[in-house]
């Protein structure tokens, strides 16, 4: 019986580490593979310098690894833009994701019992429908004869359109729409948790409804703001199909200079170099992350 258990147990254990491996590092090699590759005009567009097929023989040619990819991310200032552009729009979106994110998980968490769950399908119900679907409809309703510019108008509120669409602020506003779920369930489950006891005891001390919210329930919740915010900034980076449709031809991001260097440029070495370079970048709110989670399992 312990054997069968100890069996099962590395059974379940397995199971993760076997889907990473299938689904995160074997793809991941091939991409750092094609980084290390010479871009030619063939198919596929590069010159595997490194080819498992060879065997051993393979080892000995480690040597002819090609850095140039890397060498042309340096060289070549359209990149460093497009990290920073991806950066400070995630950044700024995830943000804006949290403003509004917070009262509506604060909402939810303080709702009568039996219309939690309603309100939590309500949270997720965007995701319902396809992500294009619900992106294309922000173009009809952010471009300069769009729904918003035609309601404002009509209220006199505005005496021309608002130039919103094929902007950077249109971009924005389609990351928020379309990540505030994964800002708002995390939220909602470290808000739900707290015990209300501590409220009424922040207010028995003389405390505020605002002093009492600011001091107990903001720090209380810290691990679901970090946690939404990876969930709503991580994605935003490497995010393709919101600027390729809302913003503009000077909307620089990660994503698109990606599709470019693929599809258009066929330059597969730089392209995967790009992509394990952001990945690199990533990883770093990743461990920041663990770390916060590791420091607050050991407090």
Not at 56 to 70: H, I, M, P, Q, T
Not at 89 to 113: C, D, G
């Amino acid at each position: 019986m312990n054997a069968r258990r100890s069996l099962a147990e590395r059974l379940v254990l397995g199971a993760p580490w076997l889907w990473l491996i299938v689904f995160f590092l074997i793809p991941f090699a091939i991409v750092v593979k094609i980084s290390l590759s010479e871009a030619a005009l063939a198919q596929p567009p590069y010159t595997p310098v490194f080819d498992l097929s060879d065997g051993w023989e393979a080892l000995n040619r480690l040597g002819d690894l090609s850095l140039s990819a890397y060498a042309g991310l340096a060289d070549d200032w359209l990149y460093a833009q497009a990290y920073w552009s991806s950066l400070r729009l995630a950044f700024i979106s995830t943000l804006f994701t949290l403003a509004v994110a917070y009262p509506l998980a604060y909402a939810m968490a303080r709702a009568p019992l039996h219309l939690r769950p309603i309100l939590v399908v309500l949270a997720v119900a965007p995701f319902w429908t396809s992500f294009l679907i619900r992106v294309y409809a922000w173009i009809t309703i952010l471009k300069d004869e769009g729904l918003l510019n035609h309601t404002l108008l009509s209220l006199g509120l505005i005496s021309e359109p608002l130039h919103i669409f094929a902007s950077d602020t249109a971009v924005v506003i389609g990351i928020v729409y379309s990540y505030l779920p994964f800002m708002v369930l995390p939220l909602y489950n470290a808000i739900a948790r707290q015990p209300p006891e501590l409220i009424e005891a922040a207010a028995d001390l003389g405390a505020s409804p605002l002093a009492a919210f600011w001091r107990v329930t903001v720090p209380l919740s810290a691990s679901g703001v970090l946690a939404g915010c990876l969930l709503v900034f991580i994605p935003a980076i490497g995010e393709f199909v919101i600027p390729d449709l809302l913003g503009g031809s000077d909307t620089l991001m990660i994503g698109r200079t990606l599709w470019v260097e693929f599809f258009d440029n066929r330059d597969w070495p730089a392209a995967s170099a790009v992509a394990v370079v952001l990945l690199g970048l990533l990883l770093v709110p990743m461990a920041l992350y663990e770390r916060s989670q590791m420091a607050e399992a050991e407090a």
